[in-house]
């Protein structure tokens, strides 16, 4: 298997993420550089992943094959384009852009260089959404009628610079940071009929909404909720996945034992999934120390690199998820139940 030779794109807290898993997977891919305008921050991933720093990813791109791209949402067009078009396979972090038509241009730029593009949505490849997957449509529990969905986030701290503006991020958490949710509800119920949002400011340290609820309808007859802040008081909680069967009630909680905006990418998690049905206690499917783990998905994509095969979250898939959210704050901005 040929090894593959990796470029960072940006040297941020979702790098860290990236720099703690790289390593152990050496026998695989070696990283060659970490690139950052700020040279602290590639300094730092680059020390981490035995690898160069370098200011500008395009000193770089001629010795590399692949890279993860990990920059602001503004800039997540510009330089897909560019590395696709130097020939490079492309990791890049969710969303796919910030409108369907930077969207359409990443995807247009992927097909001619023949490159692949995956859109990093890594909760869908966590072995336990595995597990909880396949308990729910499974068929031992009765068929799926409702999913919810609760991000429970302490990070107004994070809700600065350019995630603070409209024009960097693309929106506010329900474009940011809900399509963590909305990927894995359409990787379980399929397509999608309906979407609506409202939204609020509670930490008001943004433009956009840092706190946003929304209702979804599915063609297979499911019905769904997502709610998500960014400005919740510091908790444990942090994502729960509920789904309901018609015979047990599937619950999945991925909590952090430590303060995660504190502690970034050494945080230590507990997560537990539990089927409750009519009769007997709880059943435990799951018990593990997964958290945000990126393996899977970093596998998965070196995975598509060597068979060629196409990732799950490839760009049609993440494109899919951009028009779900415009098309909701369209709605929302139409009724004023947006902020
Ligand atoms: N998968 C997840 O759970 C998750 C979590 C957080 C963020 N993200 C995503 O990761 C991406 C980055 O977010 P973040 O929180 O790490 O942001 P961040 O602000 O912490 O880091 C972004 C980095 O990009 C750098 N940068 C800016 N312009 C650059 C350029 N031209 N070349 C190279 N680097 C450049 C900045 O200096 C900064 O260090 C976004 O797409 C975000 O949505 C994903």
Sequence with gaps: M???????????????????ILPRLSDRVEVVWCADPDTLR??????RTNARSIPDYRQGLGEVDAVCVLVPHHLHRPITIDCLAAGCHVLLEKPIARTVEEADAIIAASER????????YPHRYRKSMRVFKDAVVGGNYGELFMLDALMDESFADYTLGWIAQRETLGGGVFFSASPHMLDVMLWIAGEPQAVSMVGTRAAAQM??????????????GVVGTTRHTWASPRTRIWYT?????????????????????ATGADCRWLTRITALSQTGDAELLHESDEGLDLEPEIIH????????????TDGATARKIVELVQNAYREADERGTNV
């Design 241 to 261: 996945m509920n789904a309901m069967c018609q015979q047990a009630h599937i619950t999945l909680t991925t909590q952090p034992l430590d303060d995660i905006v």
């Design 2 to 20: 040929k090894k593959h030779r990796l470029g960072l794109i940006g040297c941020g807290w979702i790098a860290h993420f990236y720099a703690r």
């Design 113 to 120: 260089s023949g490159r692949t593009l995956m859109v990093a």
């Design 301 to 312: 994509f070196l995975d598509c690199l060597d068979s060629g095969q196409t990732p799950e």
């Design 207 to 220: 433009e956009g909404e840092d706190t946003a609820v929304s209702i979804l309808k599915f063609k297979s």
């Design 42 to 47: 590639s300094g730092e991933i680059a020390h």
